[in-house]
């Protein structure tokens, strides 16, 4: 729980639960059950009013007043309401940015579900390899959102929202998380096009390799190193393999701009030889 330390105006009721308000400074989000009900815009409140949660915008302020203005009721009830379980599933500091962030992706989706619209998500079976845990938890609050508002959120768009909750609790920016989903769907797409292979994404061999290169994309951003005691022995014995394995590090290469070691280079041999030969 937390308290406010000023004395503030309400600028904008949210749902029973959220409120905008603000403190002579800076707009500030304020969540917490029931703390809305029966307020109205321009109500004073004292210092020391309890919440669950409370969210200083700073530089988001404009972004998040413009975001709540352009939407209907219904569909910011639904944004508060995933933000309040996204809250409850996440025992992490959620930045302002990444949370103003998430609730213009989640209002957007709203919108579409609203209207009957479907859209498309090229990464939903990387998503769901790479990030098992945030989309877990997508799953689990798209669920609940389903039967508390009785509408049918599609997979591609838990994909998406899964997307959002690793960008708040990755050390990874958002930057390096598009290279790393680039990076994985180029490879796929590689494996299943040029190789005519028949990928089951569902598999253990995939999951395996996908994390395997989240991690290699992970080390060549942060510029660490993997040694491999092995990699002679690889390079020699899977050299069958090295063809396929050099067209992924292109590709790695290309969308990092970090050149891959041999060591790397064996590792990933190993992971296309399984796929190659199941």
Do not use: W
């Not at 703390?35 to 109500?43: C, G, Q, T, V």
């Not at 859209?119 to 945030?134: A, C, D, G, Q, R």
Request: charged letters at 25%; a negative charge.
């Amino acid at each position: 729980m937390e308290k406010t330390k000023k004395d503030v105006t309400v600028l904008k009721i949210l749902n029973n639960s959220a409120m905008l308000v603000y403190d002579g400074n800076s707009e500030l989000v304020l969540l917490g059950r029931g703390i809305a009900f029966s307020r109205k815009n321009n109500d004073k409140i004292k210092s020391g009013f309890e919440v669950d949660k409370i969210y200083a915008l700073k530089k988001s302020a404009s972004r998040f007043m413009t975001l709540i203005e352009n939407n209907s009721f219904q569909v910011n009830d639904l944004v508060i309401n995933s933000v309040q379980l996204l809250m409850e599933r996440n025992n992490t500091e959620i930045r302002p940015d990444a949370l103003v962030g998430f609730c213009d992706h989640v209002s957007i989706m709203f919108n579409r579900v609203l209207k009957g619209e479907s859209i498309m998500n090229p990464f939903l079976s990387e998503t769901k390899v790479l990030y098992p845990e945030s989309f877990e938890k997508a799953q689990s609050i798209t669920h609940q959102l389903n039967v508390q508002f009785d509408v049918l959120i599609p997979e591609e768009e838990v994909g998406y929202i899964a997307l959002h909750l690793q960008n708040i609790v990755s050390p990874a920016s958002g930057e390096q998380m598009k290279v790393m989903n680039k990076i994985a769907a180029m490879t796929s797409d590689y494996i299943s096009r040029e190789l005519m292979i028949n990928l089951d994404k569902e598999s253990l061999i995939y999951a395996r390799f996908m994390t395997h290169l989240k991690f290699v994309v992970m080390r060549l951003l942060r510029n660490q190193c993997s040694d491999n005691i092995m990699t002679d022995m690889i390079l020699k014995q899977l050299s069958q393999y090295r063809p396929q394995a050099e067209r992924i590090v292109d590709i790695i290469e290309q969308e990092t701009n970090h050149r891959l070691s041999q060591d790397e280079l064996a590792y990933l041999m190993i992971h296309i030889g399984r796929i190659l030969e199941n």
